[in-house]
Nanobody, 120 residues
């Protein structure tokens, strides 16, 4: 069984920073792409950033230049460094990972979500 556990959310003032972490554990053969999504109240879940197993990142336009996604393959962990936070970044943030539990047998897993609130 595979689990993704997120941490690092909280309350921050506009212009502040937070760093989210998401650690995968369990029966893991290999982790392919990893990413972060977010869902604001009354809105659909949206993609924020993804990173390939080789470390190539991709961002939604609204966070480019402010957020940085990275990963530590030895720790099966993905990070999201969020700088210059805005009130519109307020949402529950979820991590996602495409994990092979054995060779050529991959599934998508989700974390439980962590609340990020940007407010003065």
């Amino acid at each position: 069984q595979v689990q993704l556990v997120e941490s690092g959310g909280g309350l921050v003032q506009p212009g502040g920073s937070l760093r989210l972490s998401c650690a995968a554990s369990g029966k893991i053969f290999h982790i392919n792409g990893m990413g972060w999504y977010r869902q604001a109240p009354g809105e659909q879940r949206e993609l924020v950033a993804t990173i390939t197993s080789g470390g190539r990142p991709n961002y939604v336009d609204s966070v480019k230049g402010r957020f940085t996604i990275s990963r530590d393959n030895a720790r099966n962990t993905v990070y999201l460094q969020m700088n210059s936070l805005k009130p519109e970044d307020t949402a529950v943030y979820y991590c996602n990972a495409a994990i092979e539990v054995q060779a050529f047998r991959a599934y998508h897993y989700w974390g439980q979500g962590t609340q990020v609130t940007v407010s003065s």
